[in-house]
């Protein structure tokens, strides 16, 4: 039982008022107490050990030193190692993190934003899940201080921190291209998310732009509830056939955790059989049995500068920063050059 | 900018009392209120966004609906696929999780229980690092609700849940020396935590019941500072000599990981060259070229106890509650039946 010890309780037991305690323990008038109450005031409050209540303190100045947090699965790399960082820029300003996973569901999300704000966080950093534009105009008109990160919706003028995923992606298969590839697939997560569908964009215009002509059969949308086993079909599906894809770009790293297990399972060979590029750099594409080419996000980057966003508009009037940062390919084995191939 | 909109700003608009709103968002005194008063009041306040402020409640009910969180690290996905689960386990009784990583540093994780009981917290799950004993009994004599999980102090009579370390590493090297292998190398961190103890002490008590000699040489610790250069350092160690180990048996993840980059950057083949076998299954072990022998810890059952415990604690009188729990010995390739081999 945590019977917390109040200001009253050190009065009583030192034989001054409540007021007097108040005053010494917040450092007030100092000058007109004497110096040896004092002193019993603060022995008394260490032995009771007494903490500032910080809930008091919070009603009067309307700041709980708290942000809330939605990701989409803190279970996911992505997700927790963008946590992480989070956790520690706001320890640098004294603020703690409350956080949930949304499952990419909006009912969860709707459901959470509300309890952190009933918790009275001072603002929100916010991973939206797909149909979450009402909510976050909810938001927007109720001045809570926010920053969304990873996904925006490009409709709504609001703070975000986010890839510039079109031109990551168009650079992944531009790398595919050069290195002599051509038939190149594509499987990504079923979503009407925007950064998920830049990802998309980018791989069809570098296509479009080295004239090469898309197999519509070759983009694989896989729904998030059946991961695995719609990964495993797709890629199945991709490499059947006379003129099977010779490259394969996975926009997600639970697709391509998937994706990897299967190609391995396959005993195919990377990048002989099949070449390989994916989005985010996690621990586990370090075991696959060759190097994988990969997608780097500024993870700490994101994490800072919406953090810091955040502390601004929490602080003074509320003003849109829109960052787009830039990812980095990091080449590696999984797209050495094509081996010369007869031409189908 | 959020100024919370309070129960006077709707008892202006609305033009009758502040006490009157309070009823009437409350549900008191139903009958003593006029329906189109109680109507017009909810109105308002949806209009203008209200909500329930949480921490004037909460300065009421000595409540917040809030358990604190610290664990090692929210990166590493042992604790983050905990964090989700005592997420999960904590908003079904329509609590909150706020979160720190202690990195395993005393200080950290003092200044974080700190920060966290000023938050008011209604209690705490603890992953307590080395050498916070007197942080635990400080929380004890000031009767703060806690559980500590993954680790405990045996000196200390606290609530807990944890793995049985020691009967669980015992059955990994037992079945490593049913396996055919004799000269069996362990790599574990430098730490002084009970669990990592229980470990080594499992590991020792099976080579010793199989009257095995033990070569000192074969138990390598790294610091947790320079974990990856050490651990190939002690890989090295290991295979070096005349009577290199034959099987090598990893006390936890971020070191098995390490250790496997390391063993597959050599090009050895597990388990002909090498059999292994690793605490905790991570997504990682998926992608290694031979599916690897892990003990799989239960992860829910950990989180929804230490949860449940929690609860019940703050709820109650305090309880002491120690949960011991078994894990599980997964058996893959990575610890086939040793080759026949010279006998040395």
Chains 1, 2 share one sequence.
């Not at 005031?41 to 309307?62: D, H």
Request: charged share 25%.
């Amino acid at each position: 039982m945590n019977r917390k010890v109040s200001l009253k309780d050190i009065a009583q037991r030192v034989g001054v008022s409540t007021t007097l305690v108040s005053y010494v323990l917040n450092n007030q008038k100092e000058n007109r107490i004497k110096k040896e109450v004092a002193q019993k005031i603060r022995e008394v409050a260490q032995e009771l050990n007494y903490r500032t209540n910080q809930i008091a303190k919070s009603l009067k100045t309307r700041k709980t030193a708290t942000l809330g947090l939605i990701v989409a699965d803190i279970a996911n790399p992505f997700s927790s190692s963008l946590a992480r960082i989070i956790e520690d820029e706001a320890s640098r300003h004294d603020y703690t993190v409350i956080f949930g996973s949304s499952d990419e569901n909006p009912q969860k999300s709707r459901k959470l934003i509300d309890t952190l704000l009933k918790r009275q966080v001072d603002g929100l950093i916010i991973a939206p899940p797909q149909e979450a534009e009402s909510q976050i105009a909810d938001l927007q008109r109720q001045h809570v201080p926010f920053v969304l990160i990873d996904r925006y919706f490009p409709d709504l003028k609001t703070s975000y921190v986010a890839l510039d995923n079109c031109a990551v992606a168009y650079s992944a298969v531009d790398h595919l291209i050069a290195q002599g590839y051509r038939r190149i697939g594509l499987i990504t997560l079923q979503s009407s998310l925007y950064h998920m569908n830049e990802r998309k964009r980018g791989y069809l215009a570098s296509l479009k732009d080295h004239s090469l002509t898309l197999d519509k059969s070759w983009l694989k949308e896989v729904p998030e509830e059946q991961v695995k086993a719609e990964t495993e079909k797709a890629i199945g599906d991709l490499l059947a056939g006379p003129q099977p894809v010779e490259a394969l770009f996975f926009t997600n790293n639970t697709v391509a955790l998937h994706g990897l297990k299967h190609i391995q399972s396959l005993r195919l060979h990377v990048p002989d059989d099949l070449a390989i590029v994916c989005f985010d750099e996690t621990d586990a594409l370090d075991l696959f049995s060759t190097p994988v080419t990969c997608i780097r996000q500024p993870l700490r980057e994101i994490g800072q500068q919406a953090t810091k966003i955040l502390l601004e508009n929490i602080d003074k009037t509320s003003k849109i920063t829109q960052v787009n940062l830039q990812a980095e390919l990091v080449i590696r084995q999984s797209t050495a050059q094509a081996v010369q191939r007869l031409v189908h």
